[in-house]
């Protein structure tokens, strides 16, 4: 998650929406450099629902004028896409300048991170907390209509900074490992060149 965050940061330089759980904080954690960014994040019912749907919003909002709305990166995980899939139908059909990054540890990593995730849990952890999926996240894309990439990092760089031809959204999917221990690697923040937290 850190390296996916990293490239968002390096690789973009308009308006970010982050999703709730891991997206938020690992760039928290990472990305020193969004001084002057528009950086927007909310909280669903269920945390993570709703992310695709206020970037929508916010591309509607930003295009009122009559000024061309500048591209939105949204970064949020597997499970936050599933939760608002159907917001890609309203944004694809407005032509919704989007560049949706799915970080896909196939499940809620989150968890990993808390005690759920101890050893001693392992039998129920995947089950009732980790969530773990396997859907077709290219078919779900093209069915509401929003074109779709599977990138690594490097990948996912290069399509960022190429912009996308003709406008709208893209789905630009990211599998990535999940995240245990993630947090406390953060521990010894200087080794790992993390930014001071605590600023979003």
């Known amino acids: 998650m850190f390296e996916v965050a990293r490239t968002v940061e390096e690789a973009s330089d308009g308006p970010l929406v982050l999703g709730a759980s891991n997206p938020v904080r690992a760039v928290d954690l990472v990305c020193a450099e969004l001084a002057g960014?528009?950086?927007?994040?909310?909280?669903?019912?269920?945390?993570?629902?709703?992310?695709?749907?206020?970037?929508?919003?916010?591309?509607?909002?930003?295009?009122?004028?009559g000024a061309v709305a500048p591209r939105i990166v949204v970064l949020l995980g597997d499970l936050a896409f599933l939760h608002d899939a159907s917001s890609l139908a309203l944004a694809a059909a407005e032509g919704a300048p989007l560049d949706i990054v799915v970080a896909d540890d196939h499940g809620g990593g989150i968890f990993a991170t808390l005690e759920h995730g101890r050893r001693e849990h392992a039998d129920l952890y995947d089950r009732w907390f980790g969530a773990g999926q396997s859907?077709?996240?290219?078919?779900?894309?093209?069915?509401?209509?929003?074109?779709?990439?599977?990138?690594?990092?490097?990948?996912?760089?290069?399509?960022?900074?190429?912009?996308?031809?003709?406008?709208?959204?893209?789905?630009?999917?990211?599998?990535?490992?999940?995240?245990?221990?993630?947090y406390a690697k953060a521990g010894s923040?200087?080794?790992?060149?993390?930014?001071?937290?605590?600023?979003?």
């Open 37 to 65: 960014r528009r950086i927007h994040s909310n909280r669903g019912l269920a945390g993570i629902d709703g992310t695709i749907a206020t970037a929508a919003g916010i591309a509607r909002g930003l295009g009122a004028s």
């Open 135 to 182: 859907t077709d996240i290219a078919a779900l894309a093209a069915a509401y209509g929003a074109r779709y990439q599977r990138l690594d990092a490097d990948g996912l760089r290069g399509a960022l900074r190429t912009g996308a031809d003709g406008g709208g959204v893209r789905v630009l999917h990211v599998p990535i490992s999940r995240a245990a221990g993630l």
């Open 189 to 200: 923040a200087a080794a790992l060149g993390l930014a001071a937290p605590g600023r979003i």
